[in-house]
């Protein structure tokens, strides 16, 4: 009889602790396709602004260069 109750109080545990894990399991599978995605997003966004931040150095050394020559030709 000992056996049968342990077999009982088994399957019992694992009813009710089976479902928490695979729901657990799934939610994390879920999250890490979404954390992937953001990393993505997010390299992508890093890599625009190092871009426009090479930009923008690039156009204030235009912008010097013809202030320059303006202040060249007035004098």
Do not use: C
């Amino acid at each position: 009889m000992t056996q049968a109750n342990d077999w009982l109080n088994l399957v019992n545990l694992l009813g009710n602790v089976g479902f928490p894990i695979v729901i657990a399991g799934y939610l994390l599978f879920q999250f890490e396709k979404r954390i992937q995605s953001l990393e993505g997003i997010i390299k992508e966004l890093h890599s625009e602004l190092v871009e426009k931040e090479e930009l923008e150095r690039k156009i204030d050394q235009y912008v010097r260069m013809l202030d320059t020559e303006r202040q060249t030709k007035q004098r």
